[in-house]
Structure formats: structure tokens, C-alpha cells
């Protein structure tokens, strides 16, 4: 994917020692949006608060190439209250938005701006493993996914006002379904009463 990068960023992201990189993720669910990052305390990114995770979070390497296929990605949080796992089962995540940025803290550990969003897709499936702590893993696919998904359309009055609200066009066909149409053959009543050929 394409990516702005301000000097700043990428100043520290060439340095041989010293670099403090770190990974902002947003996984938008219904219920709200959980908002992680990987240090420790609050953070303030793009006019919201990031909770730390410390050792808790993990995210697998983000793969990139030049082929045209879908890259996934998986976050890991541990540490979870088994209390607070019910929160994950009744989430529905399959679809929602996840975003993952890489980041740099400067000497005073300060954010440099701005953070490289490394990551944009939508989240596929959460694996819930219980024990004394829980462990949550969620997976998210590219958006080239929707590649390799039919496109279903339908010639239907519903199927074209998702995608034309107000058309008319459609509007009948379902009452054609049924009709009986006659098509040819004689029909009665022609000029003076005579029988002629329809069609």
C-alpha cells in the first residue's frame, strides 16, 4: 500500500541504534473500538487514547508483495481476566475495520510524528483460548480479500435499490413472474369483425 512518511519518521526509522519503535492497532467493534498500543501507560494518536499493552500484545510480521492476493495479519492479547473473556465472546468482529501503525518515541519518549499505517483490513475470526488467564487471538485479512468473493446482483427491484435508491426500473418484475402474456395466434375482434393474426 501506498505510504506517507514525514522526515522525522523516517530520520528515526534509519537509525542504527537507539530507534524506539512502536505499534499503534484500532479493531473497530460494535460495541465500540479497542484502541491498544505496544508501551506501557496512556498515549495520545490521532486525538485518542491508547491503552498500553506491554508484553501482553503481539502481532505477527506484516507481509507485503508485488502479486495481487490478499496479506492477513494476527493480534494476540494475553492476560486476560477470564471475567472479561464474555465481552469477547459476544462480540461479532467477522468484517469490522482494524488498523495497525508502525511509530517511533523520540529521546523523551515522545511521539514523533506521524506514526506509518502499516496495516488497513477488516477483521475475519476471534480464537478464545481459556485457562487462569485467557489468551485472545484475532485474525485480519487486506481488503483485496473481497477479490476472491462473488459479487452477487440480482435483477430485482430489492438487489437495485441497495445499489440505486429510487430507481424505477425493476420496480414490476416481480409482478412478470406469474403473468401469462399471449404471444402470436388469432385473436378476435379485428376490423369488421373479422378474426386476424396477432403478432
Not at 14 to 34: H, N, T
Not at 87 to 97: C, K, M, S, T
Not at 110 to 120: N, Y
Not at 150 to 156: D, L, S, V
Request: charged share 25%.
Amino acid at each position: 500500500m501506498a505510504r506517507d512518511i514525514t522526515g522525522a519518521t523516517s530520520a528515526e526509522s534509519q537509525k542504527s541504534s537507539g530507534a524506539r519503535p512502536i505499534v499503534f492497532a484500532k479493531l473497530e467493534f460494535d460495541s465500540g473500538d479497542v484502541r491498544v498500543w505496544s508501551g506501557v501507560g496512556d498515549i495520545s494518536f490521532n486525538g485518542e487514547i491508547y491503552t498500553g499493552l506491554g508484553d501482553l500484545g503481539k502481532i505477527s510480521p506484516i507481509e507485503e508483495g508485488i502479486e495481487q492476493r490478499a496479506f492477513g495479519i494476527l493480534l494476540t492479547l494475553s492476560g486476560i481476566p477470564p471475567s472479561s473473556i464474555s465481552l469477547a465472546l459476544d462480540e461479532d468482529v467477522q468484517g469490522r475495520d482494524t488498523q495497525v501503525w508502525l511509530g517511533f518515541l523520540d529521546d523523551d519518549y515522545a511521539l514523533i510524528a506521524d506514526p506509518v499505517l502499516m496495516f488497513r483490513g477488516r477483521m475475519d475470526t476471534m480464537g478464545i483460548k481459556l485457562g487462569s488467564e485467557g489468551i485472545v487471538r484475532v485474525t485480519g485479512e487486506s481488503r483485496l480479500v473481497d477479490w476472491d468473493r462473488p459479487q452477487i446482483r440480482r435483477y430485482t427491484d430489492a438487489s437495485q435499490q441497495e445499489r440505486f435508491p429510487g430507481d424505477k426500473g425493476f420496480e414490476f418484475v416481480n409482478a412478470t413472474v406469474e403473468r401469462e402474456i399471449t404471444w402470436g395466434g388469432q385473436v378476435a375482434g379485428g376490423q369488421g369483425g373479422r378474426t386476424v393474426a396477432a403478432g
